[in-house]
């Protein structure tokens, strides 16, 4: 009820009414069309089959004003849903701490799209449409058994059993077609993923057709399951349509036997025709909606989990916390969830504001980690963080803390946008000189400007019309457009060539004059040489350097 919001609910009402007024609508039409045709048969005066006739016509409109009524209430209402689950699913994604994302499938949080649609488009709109051709569906049999009680209750219970039993006999096929469904959404998209992630390599390898065949599998399963779901939902109504126009004729044959002969049978053959017919659709919704909760269990409750995780809470910028002399690890250690080892242990180290540290150690020696403890990304296992004297426990102070600080990953992520949009992508108002500023800073600006678009050239998706270099440039770039007074460099400066190099050695020297302090992880020597201290870890520890 609460994913519908206060505008879904109000068309819920509607809907309700409006279902109510259809189902009278409905009956109307039966019983008017009765009225119609008994008194062209039994030749009544012109006024009386005029006014008949009148009427049929009026109540016909009448209902189909409603269908069109109910079909807008019901398409606005789940397209209305599966925006706000969509949004709903998105802030809860990015409500997750780091490690969380750190540790969840890349593609998880797009396969979550597909589960919201799904949910909308598979359960929520056929039940709806189920709903209301409940209601509808009643009050046209309830016309039904006052025209012919007994061929009207034979009819539903042989034709309702039928379509019903069908559905029951398909369900552990129809939930098993739904896991897959489920499942092959995410698989789909972690294939096209990897595929694109790893296309230089597929091309080189000669194995793009490798690739083909792995999605290729993927995707069999996955549209199999779809075609089954497909099937499911419509046999029960061809089943009953095929055994319908038999029982039409028994209908006929048994209704003419007992009112001497066709003609005086007609017009309640005419009616039990009509509302068969209108019958059928509103039972092929209702089958919808079973065979939709039955397949899609799993999307159901994966969107559900999504949304009881904490939603992302709106805070006014905290002011960045106090940062006048020092960053201290007071025995810190962080241990990753599923791992055997310690990723840092007995972590004691104080850093100085204005400082210039490196982190060195061999790879998988928890340089990275470290770096993310600092930043307040994760949380020590044990141990205190402190900045000045403060120490960092509560997320207020974790945020206020973070506002201090400016990060360039190890692989940096660029929009697929302009320089200029990529170096200001954190800030909703970009202020073109301060880009400028942090691209001449990054040692940029000559490249960028030298381009016929200049800041305005796109860069592509994830910066693949940029070499290497440009993009760990760009992305310091990035971390310089807002001045912050501690400065992560992961890696950054890996693919400069020494040119490049010595250009953001200066703008590094530049900004710790003005009291940045500086946290490097870098293996070349070069980059070492003008750091204050060189901290060594081994196997999440600090040793001698
Ligand atoms: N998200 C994660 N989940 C589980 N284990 C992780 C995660 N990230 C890192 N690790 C593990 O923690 C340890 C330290 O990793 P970390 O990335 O901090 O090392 P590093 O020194 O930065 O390595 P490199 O020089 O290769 O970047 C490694 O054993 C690594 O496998």
Redesign the pocket.
Known sequence: MQALGSDGRRRLVALALLTIAGAAAEFGTLVALLRLLRSWLTGAHDDVAAGSALLFAVVVLAAGVIRFGLLVATQRLAFETAHRLTVAVQRRVLARGW?AH??ARASAPLAALDQVDLLVYSVLLPLLQGASALVLGGAILAALIRIDVVTALAAALLLGGLFFLALWLCRGRTRRAGAAVNAGYEARIAAVQENVGAMRELILAGSRGVAAERFRKVDRGFSDARASISIINATPRILVETLGLIALIGLAWWVTDRSDGLAPALPTLAALALGAQRLLPLAQSLAQAVSGITANGAAIDRVTDLLNEADLTEHAPAPPLPFQQQIRLDSVGFH?P??N?A?LSDIDLTIARGERIALV??????????ADVIMGLIKPSWGRLFIDSHVLEASEDVRAWQRNVAHVP?APFLADTTMAANIAFMDGHPDHARVVEAARLAGLHAMIDALPRGYETRVGSGGLMLSGGQRQRLALARALYAPAPLLVLD?ATSALDPESEEHVLAALDALQERGVTILL?AHRASMLEHCDRIIR?QA?RIVEP
């Open positions: 490690l750190a540790q990753y599923g791992r080892e990723a150690g061999r790879n998988g020696s928890g340089k990275s980690s470290l190890q890696e992880i870890l999440g």
